[in-house]
Structure formats: C-alpha cells, structure tokens
T-cell receptor, first 115, second 111 residues
Framework: DTGVSQNPRHKITKRGQNVTFRCDPI?????LYWYRQTLGQGPEFLTY????????KSRLLSDRFSAERPKGSFSTLEIQRTEQGDSAMYLC?????????????FGPGTRLTVL | KNEVEQSPQNLTAQEGEFITINCSYS?????LHWLQQHPGGGIVSLFM???GKKKHGRLIATINIQEKHSSLHITASHPRDSAVYIC?????????????FGKGTHLIIQP
C-alpha cells in the first residue's frame, strides 16, 4: 500500500453513460497525476495538478474527459458519454516535489469496462 | 515524443538466476524511472536515475546517458520478484507530457 487510494476499484458501465473516479493522494503531496493504461501497454499520461491547479493536459484527453482537484487534496476524473475505447485501467499518482522527475506514488487504479 | 523500448517483453527464469531487463530510449532525458507492477495494477517506484548506478537490496539499476540505455538487474531472483517491470523516462526540458512509459517486461520466476 503506497498511501494513494482510488475508488472505485472496478467500474462496469454501458456505452454512453458518465462515470466518475476518485483519487485520494498522500496528504502532503502537492502534485497529482492521472494516467491511463490499456492491456499490454505502459501507462500514458493524461493530466496533472499542482495543488488545485490543472497545469497540463495530454492531447489524449478528449473533451469528454474532465478532471478536478478542488481543494488541492483529492481529485476526480469524469468521463462523459463513455465509449468502448475508454475501457482501461485509470491510475492516479502523487508526488511531494515540484519536478516531474520526483518519485511518484501510484494508487491501485480503477479498472473501467465499457460494454 | 520519446520512444521507449524494453527487452525482453517476457522472461521466465528459475529461482536464484541473475536477471537483466533492458530499456532503450530515443531522445535525451532528464530522468529515468524503474517501476514494478504487480497483478491487479499496483505500481511501485523502484529507482529514479539521472546518471550512474543505484542499488537497493537485490536490485541494481544502471544508466548510460550517452548510449540512451538503462538496465535493471535482479540478483538471486525469487518467485516474489515475479511482476511487470516498467521503464519510464522524462524528456529533457519537457513537461509532464514528456513522461513516456515502456510497455513493460513480464518476469516470472519459477521455484
């Protein structure tokens, strides 16, 4: 257990539905990252927050995806109008420093299946 | 975008064997991470390297910046080392979008 928690751990939804995932980072960590991992691939960067500010988004993050970190603590990732291609493991990670090279602590992930 | 290649993709070895996993990348980096991912998704950071060599217990990680290559070694391998090992690099001067992960090496250590 790294201290980063994610909920739910699994989510099965029908195409077209909206889903929301939550990440609770290690409490003193100011950076929070979201990644997506599909089967047999490494994680892909989606977006990151420095405290409550969303500073960078990947081009992979379509308009259907939105992320928030309202008080600089927990974060949510919402996917609207889900598509089958959204099926993946969504990983959250947090870090204490101000550099992307700093060690990140990963949560267990939320596995999304879109039927 | 950095191209990160890991080899081998799959490796099965007997307990006690010396294990080497390789990572090559195409563009200059400021840091390289080795990560361990167990079944079910949990990812643990093993090392962060920007030069030279690091050792932690039975794990050793090396990086050659000029050759754009890193290796992860496991000495006296044990079945509990069975996991996917992922190499991740951060492009020099890049933002978070410069974080690129390899596909991972699936390691199985048989008793």
């Amino acid at each position: 257990d790294t201290g980063v928690s994610q909920n739910p751990r699994h989510k099965i939804t029908k195409r077209g539905q909206n889903v929301t995932f939550r990440c609770d980072p290690i409490s003193e960590h100011n950076r929070l990252y979201w990644y997506r991992q599909t089967l047999g691939q490494g994680p892909e960067f989606l977006t990151y927050f420095q405290n409550e500010a969303q500073l960078e988004k990947s081009r992979l993050l379509s308009d259907r995806f939105s992320a928030e970190r309202p008080k600089g603590s927990f974060s949510t990732l919402e996917i609207q109008r889900t598509e089958q291609g959204d099926s993946a493991m969504y990983l959250c990670a947090s870090s204490h420093g101000t550099l992307h090279a700093d060690t990140q602590y990963f949560g267990p992930g939320t596995r999304l299946t879109v039927l | 975008k950095n191209e990160v290649e890991q080899s081998p993709q799959n490796l099965t070895a007997q307990e006690g064997e010396f294990i080497t996993i390789n990572c090559s990348y195409s563009v200059g980096i400021s840091a390289l991470h080795w990560l361990q991912q167990h079944p079910g998704g949990g990812i643990v950071s093993l090392f962060m390297l920007s030069s030279g060599k690091k050792k932690h217990g039975r794990l050793i990680a090396t990086i050659n910046i000029q050759e754009k290559h890193s290796s992860l070694h496991i000495t006296a391998s044990h079945p509990r080392d069975s996991a996917v090992y992922i190499c991740a690099v951060l492009n020099s001067g890049g933002g978070a979008d410069g974080l690129t992960f390899g596909k991972g090496t699936h390691l199985i250590i048989q008793p």
